[in-house]
């Protein structure tokens, strides 16, 4: 080996070109096995993520419309029942009317009955007591005068 006696700091001779060469081929070789790939992996996750996040505000906005179709269904259903509540009610109510009136008819009918009974037992009580009365009357009569009446 030959020693080179020089007072510069870099000497370039066949060494430095064979290293240099040889980091060239080193980067070419890792960017052809480890770069390219790292990098190809990296995009296809960036646009994995970037398809999620645009797969999370579809899904916001479609949530979104559904809880407001979910808002106006229970607002429709919250109607529906108002309604069909005071349907009912004003159907209670005509049938309570109509049951009163139904009601209100049978007692006056009972009661023209009743009276009719009434005004029969007291014409056939007017009939007695007349008969009652008289003979009352002649018992009376002859036990005053102590004879009998005929």
């Not at 990296?42 to 970037?50: C, F, G, N």
Request: charged share 30%; hydrophobic share 45%.
């Amino acid at each position: 080996m030959e020693l080179i006696e020089n007072i510069a700091l870099i000497t370039v001779n066949a060494t430095m070109v064979f290293q240099v060469l040889s980091f060239l081929i080193f980067l070419f070789i890792i960017n052809r096995i480890m770069f390219r790939p790292l990098q190809a992996v990296m995009k296809d996750r960036s646009q994995y993520i970037e398809d999620l996040k645009q797969k999370v505000v579809y899904s916001k906005r479609e949530t979104e419309e559904l809880l407001v179709q979910l808002k106006e269904r229970e607002l429709m259903a919250k109607e529906e029942a108002l309604q069909f509540q005071k349907e009912l009610e004003i159907a209670g109510s005509k049938e309570a009317a109509d049951l009163q009136k139904e009601t209100q008819n049978e007692i006056s009918k009972h009661t023209e009955i009743a009276e009719k009974e009434v005004h029969l037992q007291i014409v056939e009580a007017k009939k007695h007591l007349k008969e009652e009365s008289e003979s009352i009357a002649y018992a009376i009569m002859e036990k005053v005068l102590n004879r009998r009446l005929s």
